[in-house]
């Protein structure tokens, strides 16, 4: 018998011949359409109708709210899991049961059967023949909360919202952190339109909790429009103003905490019998691979965050500025796909850096290291290209030297091949 490692391995190996826009050119068309994982999905049984969701949409912190809210409802006794993406290292980061990452044999045994359904579907003739590599993933993960006999799940979009394979799911609370511009060429060239594709996972009777202003912000009346045209009630912050003055994880928290306490007005219960509520949060924010995550190497600290947008990349950056170890400026690591606004990144960074080393860590996807440099330099920041990220890492290291830091930021697959290093050379922080 197949030891679980190789097992999963195999299965992976298969899933990868399917269509993954998650590492394709995203500039080019991606069928987006419900009708396929809904197919495999009724043929693994509608795991989804096992348990319940809290649906989480957003430009930037998804995954960090819905951290957030998987950490409050286990406080509250709930046997609970998350499912978020794109992952850093292992596929395994991404199904996570009662706070831990899934085993090996369970999401090879999960993702096999969602091969079949696929396969099934094939042979019928049916939707689920054209299922993409996240719908089969999609659907493995929701088999795989079903059987790990989940009250809840917390689950992450991947892309929008309106089409995205997680929008199977029919959510009492729906998160919408907020809205920027990003994946144009699939959602839209304005924040109204983002916001319809993302805001359109609030269904009849649902509650939309958003950190997105109202009108006259064109993102928030898109919002009111969709949650009105959905029979959808939307909640916001009660002091707008104050929520946008906070930090990044305080707004993230905020919102997880609106989303329990719409949770226990729904009668939804903890343990003890007690409705669900904000008081459940624990005061420290939960860890992701990858997100603001950070390290030390000798003595220099090292911080991951895999902001690949100009505000998102702007606001890790004012996050980080509150640590005081962190006041000088940093020496940047920078990887980003074709796709990207290189200009607008690099101008979020200008002021702000020591110096920028461009790297590639996806052949194929990322700008070359030198096209990212020649930006940088044009616009006057001090920069250099590195054959790889191992390059990269140990040449900012050297330029941080005693008192300075290094950022790497722009993409996840950076993050991906950068940890194993950090975890190797320095510590966990």
Not at 64 to 71: D, G, N, V, Y
Not at 138 to 167: C, H, K, P, Q, Y
Not at 200 to 224: F, M, Y
Not at 375 to 404: I, V
Request: aromatic letters at 4%.
């Amino acid at each position: 018998m197949d030891a679980p490692g190789n097992a999963l391995a195999a299965v992976l190996a298969r899933l990868d011949d399917l269509v993954d826009w998650e590492r394709r050119d995203r500039t080019a068309a991606m069928r987006q359409e419900l009708e396929p994982v809904r197919d495999l999905l009724a043929r693994l049984g509608d795991p989804h109708g096992r348990w319940r969701a809290v649906h989480v949409t957003g430009t930037k912190g998804k995954g960090s709210t819905a951290a957030w809210i998987e950490a409050g409802l286990a406080a509250g006794g709930l046997r609970v899991g998350r499912y978020g993406s794109p992952h850093v290292e292992r596929m395994n980061e991404r199904v996570v049961i009662a706070g831990a990452e899934i085993d090996d044999a369970s999401l090879a045994s999960a993702l096999e059967r969602a091969l079949e359904a696929r396969a099934a579907a094939a042979a019928a003739g049916t939707p689920g023949a054209i299922a993409t590599w996240f719908d089969v993933v999609t659907s493995a993960a929701f088999l795989a909360f079903a059987e790990a006999g989940v009250a809840w799940a917390v689950v992450e979009v991947g892309l929008g919202g309106r089409l995205d394979s997680t929008n199977a799911v029919d959510a009492p609370v729906c998160v919408l952190t907020n809205v920027g511009l990003e994946h144009t060429a699939v959602l839209g060239h304005t924040r109204a339109a983002i916001a319809f594709e993302k805001a359109s996972i609030a269904k009849r009777g649902s509650v939309l909790v958003t950190g997105v202003a109202p009108a006259p912000d064109e993102a928030g009346a898109a919002v009111e429009r969709v949650a009105a045209a959905n029979g959808a009630r939307v909640v916001r912050p009660p002091d707008l103003a104050a929520f946008a003055a906070a930090s990044f994880p305080e707004r993230n928290r905020a919102l997880a905490g609106l989303a329990l306490d719409e949770l226990g007005r729904a009668g939804v219960a903890r343990a003890s019998g007690a409705p669900l509520g904000a008081d459940l949060l624990p005061a420290t924010a939960p860890r992701l691979p990858g997100r603001l995550e950070r390290f030390e190497v000798e003595g220099v600290p090292v911080v991951l965050d895999g902001a690949h947008v100009p505000g998102s990349v702007a606001e890790a950056l004012d996050e980080l500025a509150r640590d005081p170890r962190l006041a000088r400026p940093p020496v940047v690591v920078l990887a980003l796909r074709g796709d990207k606004d290189l200009s607008g990144v690099l101008k979020a960074l200008g002021g702000r850096v020591d110096r920028v080393l461009g790297c590639s860590a996806a052949a194929g996807l990322h700008l070359a290291p030198e096209a990212i440099s020649g930006a940088a330099a044009e616009l006057g920041l001090g920069a250099e290209s590195a054959a790889s990220p191992r390059g990269a890492l140990e040449r900012a290291l050297a330029l941080a030297g005693d008192g300075g830091w290094v950022l790497a930021t722009g993409s996840l697959y950076l993050a991906g091949a950068l940890r194993p290093l950090l975890r190797a050379r320095g510590t966990a922080c």
